[in-house]
């Protein structure tokens, strides 16, 4: 069943149903204000934190409820709406709704009894409030007088468990008043005349507002029951119902901000209003508000702004492929989705409730990736800060908090660190994933001099980029298991797996594998002769245990705990046959040919389904190891047997490796949102952004998403799209071209700006070959092979690969 469409124009997705399986959402915003928006309104917003920073109260696990409501009150017959499908839920049969969330805005266009609305909801580009925009058209015959009423319902306290769970005290600290066109909400109110507003217990005033442009105030309300009316919901408000609010404040209750303005429209005529929220000074709000007098102009102008910013970025990498799922993906759905991962990491969605206060460290060093080819100076700049994290042992700090002090931090070594964060101990993979994000970084803009920068260790010290990652290897040469590979530590990637601080990881040993392999790259740049033969000697020697130890027949075993037991052996009755060992044998480099074939045919035969790869099989029940906390899941849940998608990119790019471009286009379209438009009430989640996991062939629900938007999924599948299907591999002086796509393929195209040249690539593939190369041009200039110097490169290249 489909419940919208793809406008790849506007590159937009249009909601045509408002009655979607689960809330559809959008982000808004940037790091300094955070907004996140659903097709029915839902959604909440935050200042810098979403854990301490909540303007906008949400229930989560609900019923996408409250939200940015907007009510339309027709005077002359009392009947009402809202702007949005609900809050009021009018029936479909008589309102028309039509939702288009867009690059960082959302627009929500509504027809009912003669009168058309249309929302854009946004946060102005560089700023730090948000915008809604409503304009409103009579389109029936007669004059009508219709009242407006906006409503954002505050929290109490800026933190989200604060407000939700202290009833006791956030309910005493929270008053509204009405100043001119909005509401000010203050917050420690109180405390305004103590020193000039100095702290008290860390608690200073913090004002809140709700204001309104382009029309008169004709009355409003600050308290949330008395807007709403006891025994009334969203839905139907007494405020909206009785046509005109109290004019009253809140003080020791619940706050929200409600303005109403009385609008008289002749046929065909259109008004353009905005309400407008934020954390703001008085003084600032003020100035906020009036500078939207002219509505139409400065909105129509900041969502061109806009629009302009989030299709320039990602107007760097487009491709033309027969596949118009692909496209709609990797032009502008799959990026979109990389970058919001790549700006709020995992802080806060509709599932993530803002708590996490800081950065996961794999998470977000993984999360660079996807953006590099995009953005490669956003990239680095988080690159940056995410080697500040990294403490003087080259371990990462498993959790990096918002208010990061590099050089002054605690790390896990530290009681403080683990009371404050939770996290108890450093985790084998963390600073890893260094090695592939600031190779492709380099590889991507050739700064081979960014390995020479200097950059602080989290707690001390500093090192240049460089000794940042030898530092990564000294610190998995300092922590090996009893077989001398990579000790298994707190966890590895999967952190339902805990093999014991002395157990030993064949993911992490792949990673470690594949570590020494890049910096072999850079040192041989450096012509650091001595560090190129440290490396030679123990990447031999891992590799050969490796084999020893690791291979069993067909695949490649998960590890080893602690107390010695093998995980994942052919032979074991429950979890026998594991995923990400066998794709990370093929993108380490580690595995052979025959073994490389094996392993990947393995993971088709057992643990592909018509959704994506399970993440291993049979799921446990009733032979879990101690350390297997998957086991707490249902089966075909999460990582007990369930499609995590975050692994769907390790294997598209596994098989484009070897060559086999049928397979890797097949384990895209399985998992791609865009190729499951049609299958909403399976899925559930949004068709255009990735989930953490879908449910396995196990589950009652196979087939069923969750948790949306904020997944490593974003940028591995990028990775296994960008280099591995469409074989965009750069290195630190050129870029190589070596496609894996479906047979069927005759011809794509991509448009990639690359080290300050715009390359038009043409790949012709009249054989119908799964990959290789024949011949391979440069503006009309015959290349030896299919890689191309950067020497060879023009302001303007045209390139032609045809394909063997």
Known sequence: MKYGYFDESKKEYVITRPDTPAPWVNYLGSPEYGAIISNNAGGYSFAKSGANGRILRYVFNQFDEPGRYIYIRDNENRDYWSASWQPVGKSLDTYKSECHHGTAYTKMKAVYDGISSEVRYYVPLDQSYEVWNLGITNDSDRERELTVTGYAEFTNNSNYEQDQVNLQYSQFITRTVFCENRIRQMIHANLDKIENGK??????????????????ADSWCGEKEEFLGRYHGYGNPKGVEDGVLNNRGNYNENGCGAISTVLHLKPGETREIAFLVGMKEDDEAAEIVAGYENTEEVCKKELEELTAYWHGKLSHFQVKTPSKEFDTMINTWNAYNCFMTFIWSRAASFTYCGLRNGYGYRDTVQDIQGVIHLAPEMAVDKIRFMLSAQVDNGGGLPLVKFTHNPGHEDTPDDASYVQET????????????????????VSETGDTAFMDEVIPFANKDEGTVYEHLKRAIDFSMNHLGKHSMPAGLYADWNDCLRLGKDGESTFV????????????????????TEYIAFLDENQKKLGNLIQELCWDEDRFIRGFTESGETIGKRTDPEANMWLNPQSWAVISGLADEKQADCALQQVYDRLNTEYGAILMDPPYHEHAFDGALAVIYNAGTKENAGIFSQSQGWIILAEALRGHGERAFTYFMENAPAAQNDKAEIRRLEPYCYGQFTEGKDSPNFGRSHVHWLTGTASTVMVGCVEGILGMRPDLYGL????????????????????GCHLHITVKNPGHAESGCKKLFVNGQEMKDNYIPQTVLTDETDIELIMS
């Open 199 to 216: 702290e008290i217990d860390h608690k200073t005033v913090i004002n809140r507002f709700f204001g309104l442009a382009g029309a008169k």
């Open 422 to 441: 939770g996290h108890p101990a450093y985790r084998a993979d963390d600073a890893l994933w260094l090695f592939p994000t600031v190779y492709k970084y």
């Open 509 to 528: 040993a792949f990673q470690f594998y594949y570590a020494m392999t890049i910096l072999r790259i850079f040192a041989e740049h450096k012509k650091d």
């Open 736 to 755: 190589r071209i070596a496609p894996s796509i479906p047979k069927e393929w005759e011809m794509f195209e991509i448009d990639k700006d690359f080290r």
